[in-house]
């Protein structure tokens, strides 16, 4: 998936899970949600940061390591004993979120390397680029900007 459907996502779905919206934490999200993919040179990350991207590419390759629930439980856990942190839980949320995007594309993601299974959510997937990718983009957004609204509606629903 290309960075902004994963900022999109990231946004939305960390928005759900209570993120405050407020501009330091919503920052992080976006950090998070771009980060794995700084195994990759190509990636918008892995521009910024073109050394260790070619380092990781080289050595680890890409959707492995960084996209691994290792790092990802490893911010889980940061996030329960620093839990007043929203800057942390941001990042987590946004980490999380891109490994979910990235299970719904046609190669997945290696959850557990070395074991080079890759885990997908449903069969066939959205191709990176792809109409229905840029569709859902807008779809996230759309989702996000709703919640900015109506975050609070839709929890007082909940019991
Ligand atoms: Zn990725």
New binding site residues.
Partial sequence: ?RFYT?IAFGLFFSGLLGVPFEFLPLLFVILGSVL??I??PF?FIGRLFPRISRQLYNTVG??SV??SVYVALALVISGFIFSDNPLLFGLTLGYIS??I??MGTPSG?QLAPPAGYAFTIFEGGVETGSKKEKLLAVIFIAGFILLLFFRGLLYSLIP
């Fill in positions: 998936m994963h794995p993919d195994d990759y990636s890409h959707r960084t996209h891109h490994l995007l990235d993601v």
